[in-house]
């Protein structure tokens, strides 16, 4: 089934053969790479694992992604890039995704030739089943993307809703699920690969794990899928230094789950103060390391806030976000010089 959704192209390309992916067993002199035989004494002359196998068996552990199910990208970014080239035919299949939403799909859809349906979400910025499906019935989209929580809002989807998305769609449904972490009484799409092995889910190290730096994002999906993925991707995605970084980052687990523990408490305590602010007049519900809130003024608060040395993103220019700022949920100072500075302001 899954083979039938591939483009011709990825289904019976022959991978490249990388020297580290040849071997199997043990041994101790390496001549086959044409690396070099020195570089120091922290094996950085040596290329990484094609495969992060010991990442992944790592992810099993900590995450509970199972390994068979995994797949590690330089960073999700380009598993969104690969996922598009692996199953959308150029200048014909197209993408249907939610507006607004997390930039990156449409972008790598049209550097693809490949078209974009965008959906507007409802006013209240959930999804809008039934626009989805109609449009899904009638355009046949290769790839529908779901970004839950979504950035740019925050918000959870409900995952009934996802699902039966999912189910209705022929084609590959990604499930971008970045800030999961962040989201209280959350339910992955992991769980239904098993029954719909067209849903594919996107995790990364780059929110909660605090290593965007590292440039590591996962796929979970299908054995199928992720054989292709492993197939048609770069041969060494992934380099050594970001591979230390996300062993040390699982190694950690317990320093990640505080983070995510302040991260959610200084959402909460933020949103109760921003809500107070005589010229926000929206702060949407957010499940994200970030809140969205709408202003009188969203372009005189951004330079406002820019002048104080405080960067935001101001995302008035997304459909239905006019007069919006997202604001990203950082350190205990970080939010007191926010807290300061919109005291301040007019
Ligand atoms: N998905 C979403 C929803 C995001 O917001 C982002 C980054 N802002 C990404 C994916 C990209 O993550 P990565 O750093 O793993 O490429």
């Known amino acids: 089934m899954i083979n039938e959704l591939l483009n011709p192209w990825i289904r019976d390309l022959v991978p490249y053969s990388s020297a580290r992916s040849e071997y199997s067993g043990s041994a101790s002199v390496f001549l086959d790479a044409n690396e070099s035989w020195d570089g120091g004494n922290d094996g950085m002359n040596r290329y990484p694992d094609p495969f992060m196998r010991r990442l992944r068996k790592e992810m ?5 992604i199972p390994y068979e199910m995994s797949a590690v990208g330089n960073g999700s970014d380009e598993i969104i890039d690969m996922l598009i080239r692996m199953f959308c035919v150029p200048s014909c299949d197209s993408i249907l995704i939610e507006q607004p939403t997390y930039g990156t799909y449409s972008v790598f859809a049209r550097t693809s030739a490949v078209g974009v349906i965008d959906v507007p979400l409802t006013p209240s910025l959930s999804l809008d089943e039934d626009a989805m499906i109609r449009a899904i019935r009638s355009e046949k989209p290769k790839i529908v993307f779901i970004c839950s929580p979504n950035n740019p809002t925050g918000r959870v989807y409900p995952l009934e809703t996802i699902l039966s998305i999912a189910e209705e769609n022929k084609g590959i449904t990604v ?44 796929l979970v999906s299908d054995p199928e899928i992720q054989k292709v993925f492993m197939k048609a991707k770069p041969p060494y995605n992934v380099s050594r230094c970001a591979e230390n970084e996300g062993l040390e980052a699982l190694l950690g687990a317990d320093a990640v789950e505080k983070r995510i523990k302040e991260t959610i408490a200084r959402r909460k305590e933020t949103a109760a103060f921003l809500s107070e602010l005589p010229y926000v007049t929206e702060v949407f519900p957010s499940q994200a390391n970030f809140i969205l809130i709408r202003v009188q003024d969203a372009a005189a608060l951004y330079s406002y806030l820019l002048e104080r040395g405080i960067v935001v993103r101001n995302r008035s220019n997304d459909p239905l976000l006019e007069n919006t700022i997202r604001i990203t949920i950082g350190s205990e100072s970080d939010m007191n010089k926010l807290k300061e500075a919109l005291c301040e302001w007019r």
Not at 60 to 64: A, D, I, L
Not at 183 to 202: K, M, Q, Y
């Open 60 to 64: 099993e552990r900590v995450m509970g």
């Open 175 to 218: 499930v971008d699920e970045a800030y999961a972490d962040f989201a209280e009484d959350f339910t992955s799409a992991i769980g239904a690969i098993h029954e719909n092995p067209r849903i594919v889910v996107l995790r990364t190290f780059s929110k909660a794990y605090g290593k965007a730096g590292a440039r590591l994002g996962i």
